[in-house]
C-alpha cells in the first residue's frame, strides 16, 4: 500500500472503522534513520492502534527503526517480507526475504530486542512456483523462535519474475486453507488472513479459523466496506452509518489539516471510492477529482460532491 495508505488516508479510515489496527505505508529502515521522520511516520493521535511497516534486511538498522517507531508511540512494528515489486527486490528486501529463512530470524530477533511493543512479520505463503505447505510452516516456525508471535499471511504465492505487483495480487491462486492449517497447528501464534477479502461473506468464512483478517485495496477502493466489516466484527448490534454521516465526521480532520496549509486534494483522494457502485457514485468522484485540483479548494467542494450524488440518487 505503498503512495496509498498516508496518514490522511488513515485519519478517514479510522472513522470508517473506530476499532480496527491501522497499518502505516511500508517505509525502508534507512529512510526512518536519515529522511524527514515526520514526513515518513507522522501520524495523528486519532489514528492509533497503528502499527508502523517497515522494510529491510539489515537486522541493525531494523531494530534501529523499530526503536524510533515505538518512541514515537506505535503499537506495533510490523516487518514486511511479502511485497513482490521489482524496486524492493532490488533492495533485497519484500517477499524476496521468503528464501532467507534465517535472515528474517535475525532481523525479527534485533527488533524483538529493541522494542517493547509485537513486532509482527506480514509474508506470503511462498515464492515463485514452491507449492508446498511444508516449508511455508518451517519458514513461520524458523521466525516464530526469533520471537515473532504475530503473522499476517496474504495467502498467495509471490512471483518474483514475470508478473508485475498488481498480477502479484491476482494471477496467484489464493490458498486460504494454508493459514487456517497454520492456525490450527500452531494455535499459540496470533494468524492474520490477508488477500482477495473484498466481500462480507469471505471475512465471515475465513474469520472463525483465524485471528483476524487485514482489509487492503478493498478498504480504500470502496471504503464503505471497511464500514461494513467494522459493524460485522465489532459492533454487530449497531446500524451502519450512511456515507454521509461519515465523511461529514471528518470534516474535522479535514478543516484541521487546511488550516496548516495542507491542500484539499492529498486528503480527498481518499475518499473517492465511498459512493463506489451507488447512484451518483461518478458524478461524486468527478466533482471532487476536478475541483481539488484548484489550491483553494476547501469543504465546500465536498459539500458539493454529496449535493451531486443526492441529487442523482433522488432522480434514479
Not at 511516520?41 to 508502523?52: H, K, R
Not at 533492495?91 to 513486532?119: H, I, N, Q, T, Y
Request: charged share 20%.
Amino acid at each position: 500500500m505503498m503512495d496509498w495508505t498516508d496518514r490522511h488516508c488513515r485519519a478517514f479510515h479510522r472513522v470508517l472503522a473506530p476499532q480496527a489496527r491501522l497499518y502505516t505505508e511500508m517505509v525502508h529502515a534507512q529512510a526512518v534513520l536519515h529522511g524527514d521522520r515526520e514526513r515518513l511516520i507522522g501520524y495523528d493521535a486519532g489514528e492509533c492502534p497503528l502499527a508502523l511497516q517497515l522494510g529491510g534486511s539489515e537486522p541493525e538498522c531494523l531494530a534501529q527503526a523499530a526503536r524510533i517507531g515505538a518512541d514515537w508511540g506505535y503499537d506495533e512494528i510490523n516487518l514486511n517480507v511479502g511485497c513482490p515489486s521489482d524496486r524492493v527486490q532490488a533492495g533485497r528486501f519484500g517477499a524476496c526475504l521468503m528464501k532467507e529463512p534465517a535472515l528474517v530470524a535475525d532481523c525479527v530477533a534485533a527488533m524483538a530486542a529493541a522494542v517493547s511493543v509485537p513486532v509482527s512479520v506480514k509474508c506470503r505463503l511462498g515464492v515463485d512456483d514452491a507449492d508446498d505447505y511444508v516449508p511455508f510452516r518451517a519458514f513461520i516456525d524458523t521466525v516464530a523462535q526469533a520471537g515473532c508471535r504475530v503473522f499476517v499471511v496474504h495467502a498467495r504465492n509471490a512471483w518474483l519474475k514475470g508478473l508485475s505487483p498488481k498480477e502479484n495480487r491476482e494471477v496467484p491462486p489464493l490458498r486460504y486453507q494454508w493459514a487456517h492449517r497454520l492456525k490450527h497447528e500452531r494455535p499459540d501464534l496470533t494468524i492474520v488472513l490477508n488477500g482477495g477479502l473484498d466481500t462480507l461473506e469471505k471475512v465471515t468464512d475465513n474469520l472463525p479459523l483465524v485471528d483476524g483478517v487485514m482489509i487492503g485495496r478493498a478498504a480504500y477502493h470502496t471504503p464503505y466496506l471497511l464500514h461494513q466489516m467494522q459493524q460485522l466484527v465489532f459492533a454487530p448490534d449497531q446500524p451502519l452509518r450512511d456515507r454521509e454521516d461519515l465523511l461529514r465526521a471528518f470534516r474535522a480532520y479535514v478543516e484541521n489539516q487546511l488550516a496548516a496549509g495542507v491542500a484539499l486534494k492529498y486528503m480527498a483522494r481518499h475518499v473517492l471510492g465511498l459512493y463506489n457502485a451507488q447512484p451518483g457514485g461518478r458524478h461524486f468522484r468527478q466533482t471532487l477529482s476536478q475541483g481539488f485540483t484548484d489550491r483553494a479548494a476547501g469543504w465546500e467542494l465536498v459539500e458539493t460532491a454529496i449535493a451531486a450524488t443526492a441529487h442523482c440518487r433522488e432522480a434514479a
